[in-house]
Structures are given as structure tokens and as C-alpha cells.
């Protein structure tokens, strides 16, 4: 896996557990949040596991689903 591929790894394994921080501090579970915004709870367990990115959209819905602005959805530090 080159440079580029390996950094992509670490901003959506980063990004996944910031989303899994904010669903559990807001007691929800992913299958809820995933249905709310009309996805598979696979499709949004992948995200949260750093297995999937996603698009502009479906960040929008997230954050409406978690009542939290895409701004701190996007606030994570690189781990």
C-alpha cells in the first residue's frame, strides 16, 4: 500500500471514530442512526469502521440525524 492509499486509511479510520463518538455520547445505535438516514446499518457500520467514504450528502444526513452541524462531524484529529 503506497503513501497515499495508507493516509486515506488513517482519515477515514480517524473520521469513523469520531462518528462512533458522537452516536454513543447521543446513546443511539448505529442500526437507528443508519435507518434514519435511509441506509443499510452495514453501509453505516463501514463507516464508522473506516471501510467506506462518503459522500457530501450523506455526511449532510448524518449530521442532521445526530443534531450536530457538519462542521463537528468534520472537527477530528488524526489518529
Known sequence: ???FEEKNDII???FGYHLRTIR???K???KTVA???NM???SY???ENGKRNITILT???ISQMLNVSMTELMNFKLK
Open 35 to 37: 435507518k434514519l438516514c
Open 45 to 47: 457500520s463501514n463507516i
Open 1 to 3: 500500500m503506497g503513501n
Open 24 to 26: 454513543q455520547e447521543k
Open 12 to 14: 477515514l479510520k480517524s
Open 40 to 42: 443499510d446499518s452495514g
Open 59 to 61: 455526511l449532510f444526513k
Open 28 to 30: 443511539l445505535r448505529q
